[in-house]
């Protein structure tokens, strides 16, 4: 996972990765409607290798495919017991999966990784794996949902009409379940780095958090404190294994903390309207203020993420977490020659704001839908449309050019964080988030403060693009209120 700030509802990114016989497979979030244990399997009246059936899924029948024998790749017999449940428009279809192995936010797809299995078995040139990125040192293929839902003879279903599973809207967020001591809990997926499959957790560094950290984990780069999930939220078992595997959050401030969870279940989309609130038995758990019972029949708890970073013990285990690398991503490599250009190999996000600009990716501390209601701005710069509460604070929005002010609903919230204050910026369009190659200064400077051009490869096109200091705007901005 090298960027931790950047995968938040409203603007699904990264893959979801899952072992698929030998191979290892990346779904795009965008697309994965759900994951979930798969009932009793009817067999379909025309037999296809790779159909292995159809199961029910709250009254939708959804056909269930492998995946290598559509793509004519070699595989082996295995149990079916877990299915990727896929959508593209107003269409599903299923996956048998062996295993959930993590819930990766890498975007940038290196085309060498792609598997070209030649699709011989009656289903045309598929090539469904058009690409892959490495996790863990292990190469994960990409597959192209498009090209999979676009071939005439894989088969699919609708999900219109309140029936099989809810496309994520404003009135529905995706939460990752997970169980810790026997008790059922759900984060949304939006403050999720990574799931980790089962490690040792190295407990001879720790200090500083009142007994509650386990010790550390290594993951890319990082060395995670490890927090017992049962023990911090108040339910279930708190006796956890040094062997374990954890949920790693994205915490305030570029930090990161693990929770050590029995096993990671499943990523399912929840309409609003079933959250429900605790018993009030349980309001000492301040963490857990809403639950849901899954179609299992499991109460899930609702972790309340801002209480829970808020948490002053919680705060100061989480910035224990350190790089273990020499060089953050934020450090820009020396400049190699005179012309003032800074070669460097940092993370950026793509977006459009009247045009595409870039923004350090290290400034956003979180990606929201845009508001649907929006308090007027009154006596404020023009640029600021109006304030809505993130949380228990109050955030002005910010639009970054004239011809903002009209059609924002279906456009997203930047928010840059100072400190006790918040900032949101309206993006149109989030396009990617990249690597640049260099950096250098710019003459022209627009009013939202981009001095900088800086060159990132996007699916293979080379882009020089402005980039714009959202931190510097919010606090320009922040002073010229207080000077009024």
């Known amino acids: 996972m090298q960027d931790r700030n950047l995968r938040a509802a409203g603007a699904p990114r990264g893959h979801g990765v899952f072992r698929i016989g ?91 990784f792609g598997m070209s299995g030649s699709g011989t078995a009656g289903h045309g040139d598929q090539r469904l794996f058009g690409g892959g990125f490495v996790l863990d040192g292990k190469v994960v293929n990409c597959l192209d949902v498009e090209k999979l839902f676009s071939n005439a003879q894989v088969p699919s279903v609708s999900f219109g009409r309140g029936t099989g599973p809810k496309v994520e809207t404003a009135s529905s967020t995706k939460y990752l379940i997970f169980t810790s001591g026997g008790a059922h809990f759900g984060v949304d997926a939006a403050h999720i780095s ?37 023990r911090v939220l108040g339910l279930g078992d708190s006796d956890a294994p040094r062997e374990t595997e954890t949920v790693v959050l994205r915490f305030p401030g570029d930090k990161l903390l693990a929770l050590s969870v029995d096993a990671t279940e499943r990523l399912s989309n929840v309409p609003l309207d079933r959250l429900k609130p605790s018993s009030p038995i349980l309001t000492r758990h301040t963490l857990l203020p809403r639950v849901f019972v899954a179609e299992t029949g499991a109460q899930v708890y609702v972790l309340d993420f801002e209480d829970f970073c808020r948490r002053p013990d919680i705060a100061s285990i989480a910035a224990l977490s350190t790089r273990s690398s020499t060089e953050t991503e934020s450090a820009p490599r020396k400049a190699t ?69 009209e ?59 402005p980039v714009s200091d959202l931190l510097s705007v919010a606090r320009s901005l922040s002073a010229t209120a207080a000077k009024d």
């Open 22 to 112: 030998d191979r290892l497979v990346g779904v795009p979030v965008n697309h994965l409607a759900e994951v979930c244990v798969v009932p009793e399997l009817s067999n379909l009246m025309e037999p296809d290798k790779a159909i292995l059936g159809a199961f029910n899924l709250r009254e939708s029948l959804v056909p269930l495919l492998d995946i290598e024998a559509l793509s004519d790749l070699p595989g082996r017999p295995r149990s079916i017991e877990r299915a990727a449940v896929l959508k593209f428009k107003d269409r599903i279809t299923a996956v048998a999966v062996d295993e959930i192995v993590s819930l990766s936010d890498a975007d940038q797809i290196d085309t060498r």
């Open 194 to 230: 990574a799931t980790v499959p089962r490690k040792t957790v190295d407990s001879r560094e720790i200090g500083g958090d009142g007994g509650l950290c386990m010790g550390f984990i290594d993951h890319h780069g990082w060395k995670v404190p490890v927090v017992n999930a049962s």
């Open 337 to 405: 020659d005179g012309s003032g250009i800074v070669r460097e190999a940092v993370r950026y996000l793509i977006f459009d704001a009247g045009h595409k600009r870039a923004v350090p990716a290290a400034q956003i501390s979180r990606i929201l839908p845009m508001p649907t209601e929006l308090t007027p701005p009154g006596d404020m710069p023009p640029s600021v449309k109006g304030v809505f509460p993130v949380g228990d604070r109050s955030v002005p929005l910010v639009v970054l050019h004239d011809g903002a002010s």
């Open 407 to 465: 059609g924002l609903t279906e456009s997203y919230v930047l928010l840059v964080s100072l400190g006790d204050h918040v900032v949101g910026f309206v993006a149109e369009r989030i396009c990617s988030i990249q690597t640049s190659q260099w950096r250098s200064s710019c003459d022209a400077v627009d009013r939202i403060g981009a001095s900088e051009m800086v060159q990132v490869i996007d699916r293979g096109e080379t882009m020089v693009l």
